[in-house]
C-alpha cells in the first residue's frame, strides 16, 4: 500500500496564501482522485476538495487543489486565510487493491 | 436534512465484541456506498471498511480484516460495523461516512459525529 505524507503543520497569518502538501509515496498520484477534508477540533471531517480539484458546494473558491503528477504530489492552496480556516487538513485517495488511505493530516494555524 | 447518526459505542474489555450502527435520513439510502472511519485520541483519520450500495461488495483495511464486519440493512436505512476481538488499539471514535460515487475512489461528502469506543480492561 501506498503512503500520503503531509507536513504535520503549518503556520500562516490572515489574509494570506498557505499550500498544503500531500505527497504519494509510490504508484502515480494522478492515477486516483485525491480527495480534501477539513476537521475541525471536536468535529466530524467535511470534504473540501473531491476529485483532485472539485469543490462542494457552499465551499469558497478561496479553497483550490491541484495534482502533480511530476513530483507525485497533491496541493491544497487556501487563498485570503480566515481565522475560521484553522484547522486539520487531510488528503485521501485509493488504491487499485481497494484501499482507502488517509493521510497523516496537517495541522493549520492561523497567527 | 441529510443525516448520518451513529450509535452502539461504549466502554469494552479487550478481546470482546461490539456492533456499531449508523441510521441515515434524508437521502435514498440504498443509492450511496458507505464507510467506516475512525480516528484513535489525538491521531489522523483510519479507514476502516466500505460497502456498496447494495451490500454485496465490501472491503477493509488489513489492519480489521478478519475481525471487523460490515454491513447494511437498506430497508431500515442503517449501516452496521460488527466488531470482535477487540484489542486497546481499536479504542477511538468511529464515524460512517456517505459515498456518492458507487466505488471505493469516492469521496465522502456526509459524515456523522461519530461514537466513541474504548477497549480497556
Known amino acids: 500500500n501506498f503512503v500520503l505524507t503531509q507536513s504535520q503543520s503549518v503556520s500562516e497569518s490572515p489574509g494570506k496564501t498557505v499550500t498544503i502538501s500531500c505527497a504519494r509515496s509510490w504508484g502515480n498520484i494522478a492515477a486516483d482522485f485525491v480527495h480534501w477534508y477539513q476537521q475541525r477540533p471536536g468535529s466530524a471531517p467535511t470534504p473540501i476538495i473531491y476529485d483532485n480539484n472539485q469543490r462542494p458546494s457552499g465551499v469558497p473558491g478561496r479553497f483550490s487543489a491541484s495534482v502533480d503528477a511530476s513530483s507525485n504530489t497533491a496541493s491544497l492552496t487556501i487563498f485570503g486565510l480566515l481565522p475560521e480556516d484553522e484547522a486539520d487538513y487531510y488528503c485521501q485517495s485509493s488504491d487499485v487493491t481497494d484501499l482507502v488511505i488517509f493521510g497523516g493530516g496537517t495541522k493549520l494555524t492561523v497567527l | 436534512q441529510v443525516h448520518l447518526v451513529e450509535s452502539g459505542g461504549g466502554v469494552v474489555q479487550p478481546g470482546r465484541s461490539l456492533r456499531l450502527s449508523c441510521t441515515a435520513s434524508g437521502f435514498s439510502f440504498n443509492n450511496f456506498v458507505m464507510f467506516w472511519v475512525r480516528q484513535a485520541p489525538g491521531k489522523e483519520l483510519e479507514w476502516v471498511s466500505f460497502i456498496s450500495s447494495d451490500g454485496m461488495t465490501t472491503y477493509y483495511s488489513d489492519n480489521e480484516k478478519g475481525r471487523f464486519s460490515i454491513s447494511r440493512d437498506n430497508r431500515r436505512n442503517t449501516l452496521y460495523l460488527q466488531m470482535s476481538d477487540l484489542r486497546p488499539e481499536d479504542t477511538a471514535v468511529y464515524h460512517c461516512?456517505?459515498?456518492?460515487?458507487?466505488?471505493?475512489?469516492?469521496?465522502?461528502?456526509?459524515w456523522g459525529k461519530g461514537t466513541t469506543v474504548t477497549v480497556s480492561s
Open positions: 461516512a456517505r459515498g456518492p460515487r458507487n466505488d471505493i475512489s469516492s469521496h465522502m461528502d456526509i
